[in-house]
C-alpha cells in the first residue's frame, strides 16, 4: 500500500563508539510485526557474541502511529528502547525499525550514558538513511473496448498510472493504479472514451 508519509528509503548501517563500547546502528523500512521479528532475529544471528540487541520502531503516520514498540534487551530500564524510539518520534518518518547492537567495552556508562549513547547511535543512522514519500494511491477496475487499450495506456504514461493487471474476453478488464491526486482526471478520461470503470473502497 502507498504512504504519503516519509519512510526509509532501504536499509542502512552506522557503527559508533562510546567509551570503547561499540554501537551498530541499523534502520529498516518495516510494514508490520513480522518484519520487525525477522530482522531482529536476524541481528541475533549475525551478532550471537554482543551484550545486547536493541530496538524501537513505529508503524503508521508520524504523530499517530498505528503501532510502536521498544525493547532494553537487559539493558537497564529505559536507558535503550525507550531513547531509540524517542530519536525515531523525532524524525517525522513512519514504517521505520532502528536496531543498536552493542558489544560492551569494559567501561560502565551509566544510566545517562546509555540513553545518550543509544540515542547517538539512532541519530547517526536516521539522519543518513535517505526517505521517500509514496502518493496515497486508488485502484479502479476498467471494462473498454480493444480499440480503447491503447488509449488507456497512454493516460497512465501521461499521469502516474499503472495497469496492474488486464484481462481479454469479448471486453478488456483493466486493474489499474493510480494517485488519488488523479482520480477526477481518471473519471473524466472513462466518461469521454466511454469506458465502464469503477474505483475499488
Not at 541519530?123 to 479502479?140: C, I, P
Request: glycine residues 8%; charged residues 25%; hydrophobic residues 35%.
Amino acid at each position: 500500500m502507498s504512504k504519503d508519509y516519509p519512510i526509509p528509503a532501504g536499509y542502512l548501517e552506522r557503527e559508533t563508539e562510546v567509551k570503547k563500547s561499540r554501537f551498530i546502528a541499523r534502520v529498516y523500512p518495516v510494514s508490520d510485526r513480522d518484519d520487525v521479528r525477522t530482522y531482529v532475529d536476524q541481528a541475533h544471528r549475525e551478532y550471537p557474541d554482543a551484550r545486547h540487541v536493541c530496538w524501537g520502531y513505529q508503524i503508521g503516520r508520524p504523530g499517530s502511529a498505528a503501532e510502536a514498540a521498544m525493547n532494553d534487551d537487559g539493558e537497564p530500564s529505559g536507558t535503550a528502547g525507550k531513547p531509540i524510539l524517542g530519536v525515531i518520534q523525532h524524525k517525522d518518518m513512519g514504517d521505520v525499525l532502528v536496531i543498536v547492537i552493542r558489544y560492551f567495552g569494559g567501561i560502565k556508562l551509566g544510566a545517562g550514558g546509555l540513553v545518550r549513547a543509544y540515542a547517538g547511535a539512532a541519530e547517526s543512522v536516521l539522519s543518513a538513511v535517505d526517505r521517500v514519500v509514496q502518493q496515497a494511491r486508488v485502484q479502479a477496475t476498467v471494462q473498454f473496448g480493444f480499440a480503447d487499450e491503447q488509449p488507456l495506456r497512454h493516460w497512465c504514461d501521461g499521469h502516474e498510472g499503472r495497469i496492474d493487471a488486464i484481462s481479454y474476453t469479448t471486453r478488456v478488464t483493466a486493474s489499474v493504479s493510480l494517485p488519488v491526486a488523479q482520480q477526477q482526471d481518471f473519471s473524466a478520461f472513462c466518461e469521454s472514451q466511454k469506458m465502464d470503470y469503477r474505483f475499488e473502497t
